[in-house]
């Protein structure tokens, strides 16, 4: 396994997938009413975090160093991307402080991969580059809908379990039945943060980051 060092050399700002007016739309509540923005917005920071943790990596757009041992084979998968332009990689050294000619390397952008055409590369590699996304604006479509589908699971479970115990009101004539809340979250798969929802985690599968 791959033995690497990352240290953060300009951090983002902003760790949100979707703004607040894309989730207020998901949901299908009006922009105009602000009486769930705190919640709303806790949500998706706490959601956005949820994923990347999930996902193993940092989707947020940052300037990194990374100090890489172990290179085998000669390829490495950059943790933060994608990488927008190759001048993006600010430099390659290897071993530390020996500048590599950028002839001898190639990256794939939209999964950072950085690929050695020789082998035998000196011992540690420095690589210092940024990559990732621009949040939330630059997030993928796919990316912002797992978050959506996570938060409104979320707000389904915590609304059941509201009236979690209550099965059933009557008023004279009338009744008013409820789902079981704990039922319903089984049906689910679980009460994690991401509702246990096969649909989410089929969308986050290609996201993940897997460190080899």
Known sequence: MVDIIVKTLIPATN????????????????????????????????????????????????TVQETIRELQPNRYFLTHYPLDIETDVISVETPRGDPVDPSTYEIELASGKVEFVTSGQGEPIVIQYTGGYVLPDEAPPSLK????MAIRTDRMIAKWLNVGGVRMMSHKESRVVYYDPMAMLGRLGGSNLLGGSTATDNLLMHFVRIQV
Do not use: G, H
């Not at 809908?145 to 959506?148: E, Y």
């Open 15 to 62: 760790f949100d997938l979707l703004t607040l007016d894309e989730l207020k739309n998901a949901l299908n509540i009006p922009l105009d009413n602000t009486s769930e923005d705190v919640t709303l917005a806790q949500y998706i920071t706490t959601f956005s975090d949820v994923i990347a943790v999930k996902c193993n990596r940092v989707f947020a757009k940052e």
């Open 145 to 148: 809908q797992a978050a959506i």
